[in-house]
């Protein structure tokens, strides 16, 4: 019985433990204890919500343009208090002030990029700025700035202090000195952030991100008409060591053909969307790009020569940004020059794809309202020698003609028997034949903006002979479109003539096929 009794004293005395332990736990974990809810600090993110021991690359030096700044809210301000002070450390090294605020009302949280708007938006502060060492830079609030794929820990303390306003101009020792024995409470975290290192990213007109192995649109190439576009450039995670930045464009589908080499760039900067074809387009360097090396096609792109892969074929093209530690370089520097004035100098490298596939030459017809006449289509009277008061040709809408292509020729044929209705040629490459344009020159008579060679009809038609088939009879018309290389052709070529000049040198041909036919008249 005695021993019994000493087991159970035994097992209540370890369940006493055990719930003491559980209390302890509770307490540390909410932070209520004898003397109530514990004060607490905290970053807040863009979303509102708690930032969780990492500090997130917008509020750094990572971050793509100007850093943001984070939020801090405090729970269970100690009685007694009548101003808060902030101060944020860094943990290691010189322990260096990334920001010091004071007389911070304890009812108004910091909200985020607040302290961002103060340093560079003129917003009022309503809180005092203590002297941070970045000042200068960043008034209010350093981001956090770690080596290349180093971390860099931020202790952030909070301080709640009988006194409702200090005086201004207080660095870190004197902001401690002047608290000493007004303190009330303090709270404290910390946050950690690791450099991802060099980063390049590509964007759009719309500012939005080009994924590394996205496919470019195709007014990005020269395929279609006017200067191609090209994508804005952004960097963040340069080494404070770099003097500047280069970047390479390769494609390594072609022997890594260089097609562009940029250099001395301000690591500062970024480069807008279509900056680069403006700047080529105005003979002039990008802006905050202070030399430019020669690419693999540097007559006809001196700065930077846009995809332009052969027909169909898909090409990927590769962007490698470097940070430099060297002098300035001279202009001009071909990529084996550049190579070897960096070897041993390159502090951080960084590289994103794009790709792009050149789009399939393609023609179409279309009628007076710009819509497609389908294949195999019956073409309606306007379009034939019987229409009143005289017929229309339609628009001969081709693009994406091969890049190497001279010259477009069109050929209209009756496959019915086996007539030529229009051979024109010398055409432009980039631009089509309008509706009614064919026949809109023939009424006025040449001279003609491209060359005419001879057709069945040419005694009443000389450059374009309308469907006309007998009443009653369906006929069958052909459209074909060549993309040729080679020199400008003399007018008045037969079709066996106009065939001969320019065998070898047809790079592309597209056809359309119509129908026509007129009912007997009644």
Aim: one cysteine or more.
């Amino acid at each position: 019985m005695q021993f019994a009794r000493l087991d159970i004293a035994r097992r209540a005395h370890r369940l006493a433990a055990v719930l003491s332990i559980a209390f302890v736990a509770v307490w540390a974990a909410t932070g209520i204890g004898a003397a109530g809810p514990r004060f607490s600090i905290s970053m807040v993110g863009s979303d509102g919500k708690v930032i969780e021991g990492r500090l997130p690359y917008q509020v750094t030096v990572d971050a793509p343009s100007v850093p943001e700044t984070p939020g801090f809210t405090w729970n269970n301000v100690p009685s007694g208090t009548r101003s808060l002070a902030l101060l944020v450390r860094g943990r290691s090294g010189g322990r260096e002030v990334y920001s010091l605020l004071y007389n911070i009302n304890k009812g108004r949280p910091i909200s985020y990029n607040e302290l961002r708007d103060v340093q560079f938006s003129g917003r009022r502060a309503v809180f005092t700025l203590g002297a941070n060492d970045f000042r200068g830079d960043y008034e209010c609030f350093a981001p956090a700035n770690p080596d290349a794929n180093k971390s860099l820990s931020l202790d952030v303390t909070l301080y709640a202090i009988s006194e409702r306003e200090l005086v201004s101009g207080l660095d870190a020792k004197g902001l401690l000195a002047a608290m000493k024995g007004k303190i009330v409470g303090t709270a404290s975290a910390r946050y950690t952030y690791k450099s991802r290192g060099l980063v390049i990213e590509l964007h759009g007109s719309d500012d939005a991100l080009f994924a590394s192995g996205a496919e470019l649109p195709t007014d990005y190439s020269p395929y279609e008409p006017g200067i191609p576009l090209s994508p804005g450039i952004r960097w963040y995670g340069a080494s404070s060591a770099a003097s500047s930045l280069a970047l390479v464009v390769r494609d390594a589908s072609a022997d890594n053909a260089v097609h562009a080499l940029l250099y001395n760039i301000d690591p500062t900067i970024s480069i807008p969307f279509n900056e680069i074809a403006s700047a080529q387009a105005s003979v002039r360097f990008p802006a905050g790009v202070g030399g430019v090396g020669l690419n693999d096609y540097a007559d006809d792109y001196p700065v930077f020569a846009p995809p332009f892969p052969p027909q169909v074929e898909q090409h990927t093209y590769v962007y490698t940004l470097y940070a430099v530690a060297g002098p300035t370089l001279a202009n001009g520097l071909t990529i084996e020059q550049f190579e070897a004035a960096v070897e041993g100098q390159v502090l951080q490298r960084a590289t994103t794809k794009v790709k792009f596939k050149a789009p399939p030459f393609r023609m179409v017809l279309r009628n007076d309202l710009d819509a497609e006449i389908a294949r195999n289509a019956k073409l309606p009277v306007v379009y034939t020698g019987y229409a009143t008061p005289y017929p229309v040709s339609p628009a001969i809408d081709w693009e994406y003609a091969p890049l190497d292509a001279s010259f477009i020729a069109v050929l209209v044929t009756d496959d019915t028997i086996d007539a030529v209705h229009s051979l024109v040629y010398n055409l432009d490459p980039m631009l089509p034949l309008a509706f009614d344009e064919l026949t809109g020159d023939q009424d006025l008579g040449p001279p003609y903006a491209y060359g005419v060679g001879v057709n069945d009809f040419a005694d009443d038609y000389p450059v374009y002979a309308p469907p006309e088939p007998p009443l009653g009879e369906r006929h069958k018309y052909t459209y074909t479109v060549y993309a040729y290389s080679g020199p400008a052709l003399a007018d008045g070529l037969s079709l066996s003539a106009f065939r001969t000049a320019v065998a070898g040198k047809v790079l592309a041909t597209k056809s359309a096929v119509v129908q026509c036919e007129l009912p007997k008249a009644r």
